[in-house]
Nanobody, 115 residues
Framework: VQLVESGGGLVQPGGSLRLSCAAS????????MGWYRQAPGKQRELVAR????????YADDSVKGRFTITRDNAKNTLYLQMNSLTPEDTAVYYC?????????WGKGTLVTVSS
């Protein structure tokens, strides 16, 4: 299993970023995928999940309406569109899949929201 995140960077408050996660080594289309984030000094937390058929859930009201998780099963790629970013969204963002009761993670991509 390999998960490779990209798309992070420095963005001003109110800006947008689109994160991508390229997946390989497993049957991506049949698995629920997730985005997590870990802010400095805090625990890793769930941001959003998407099932194999595209059903989504967002873990916190703070991201609902601003973040959108999607997937392209033909490209084995997971996305996270992030709009109206605030400094509180600053974190390392990780792609996740649970396969055979094992959590797999990418190395993460850093998102910094600052003026």
């Amino acid at each position: 299993v390999q998960l490779v995140e990209s798309g992070g960077g420095l963005v001003q408050p109110g800006g947008s970023l689109r994160l991508s996660c390229a997946a390989s080594g497993f049957s991506f289309p049949i698995y629920t995928m997730g985005w997590y984030r870990q802010a400095p000094g805090k625990q890793r937390e769930l941001v959003a999940r998407i099932t194999s058929v595209g059903t989504t859930n967002y873990a916190d009201d703070s991201v609902k309406g601003r973040f959108t998780i999607t997937r392209d099963n033909a490209k084995n790629t997971l996305y996270l569109q992030m709009n109206s970013l605030t400094p509180e969204d600053t974190a390392v963002y990780y792609c996740n899949v649970v396969r055979a009761n094992i959590n797999y993670w990418g190395k993460g991509t850093l998102v910094t929201v600052s003026s």
